[in-house]
T-cell receptor
């Protein structure tokens, strides 16, 4: 069965410092991986995805993610965090052979001014 | 485009009452989904639809029913609400055109007392 793990409940980072949110996955077949962000009292917004191609994927709001097949990871990164990046971040993987997604439990990111 | 909209935004029910949540999308998407979000549990799929007139069970379907009579609408029903159904409900859709990312509505916050 497809699944993702987000090992940290909360990530605290100082404004201006690099931000990393970790995700590891387990899939049958080729992994289709996604990152979403959720601001308070809002729905999820798509940030970026990996389907094929370059292992470094660039997305919205200056975020990027690195696909690492050997480590089965898809960590989200941002070189310089902003206070406005404080939100809940979800990693997701597509179920093999259909259009369902399996979501991780989410990581709360707190950027400290 | 309005994207994905959900009605209502908030609702309080008493145990045993029934209600229907409405999801509408204007992107001509084939696939639609209902999730619930609970603290520390991420998003869990309740039911989904792969096209007009079709529905299927997700991870946590018990106590819910759905219908997809029109392509643009996906209804989630609670026949006899229970306190365990207190949650935030999200609808999502995707086109099934090889992009796979899902587009989310703003959510419905439901409290069952």
């Amino acid at each position: 069965a497809q699944s993702v793990a987000q090992p940290e409940d909360q990530v605290n980072v100082a404004e201006g410092n690099p931000l990393t949110v970790k995700c590891t996955y387990s899939v049958s077949g080729n992994p289709y991986l996604f990152w979403y962000v959720q601001y308070p009292n809002r729905g999820l917004q798509f940030l970026l995805k990996y389907i094929t191609g370059d292992n470094l994927v660039k997305g919205s709001y200056g975020f990027e993610a690195e696909f690492n097949k050997s480590q089965t990871s898809f960590h989200l990164k941002k070189p310089s965090a902003l206070v406005s990046d404080s939100a809940l971040y979800f990693c997701a993987v597509r179920h093999y052979g259909n259009n369902r997604l399996a979501f991780g439990k989410g990581n709360q990111v707190v950027v400290i001014p | 485009n309005a994207g994905v909209t959900q009605t209502p935004k908030f609702r309080v029910l008493k145990t045993g009452q029934s209600m229907t949540l409405l999801c509408a999308q204007d992107m001509n998407h084939e696939y639609m989904y209902w999730y619930r979000q609970d603290p520390g549990m991420g998003l869990r799929l309740i039911h989904y639809s792969v096209g007009e007139g079709t529905t299927a069970k997700g991870e946590v379907p018990d106590g819910y029913n759905v219908s997809r009579l029109k392509k643009q609408n996906f209804l989630l029903g609670l026949e006899s609400a229970a306190p365990s159904q207190t949650s935030v409900y999200f609808c999502a859709s995707t086109g099934g055109d090889g992009n796979y990312e899902q587009y989310f509505g703003p959510g419905t916050r439901l409290t069952v007392t």
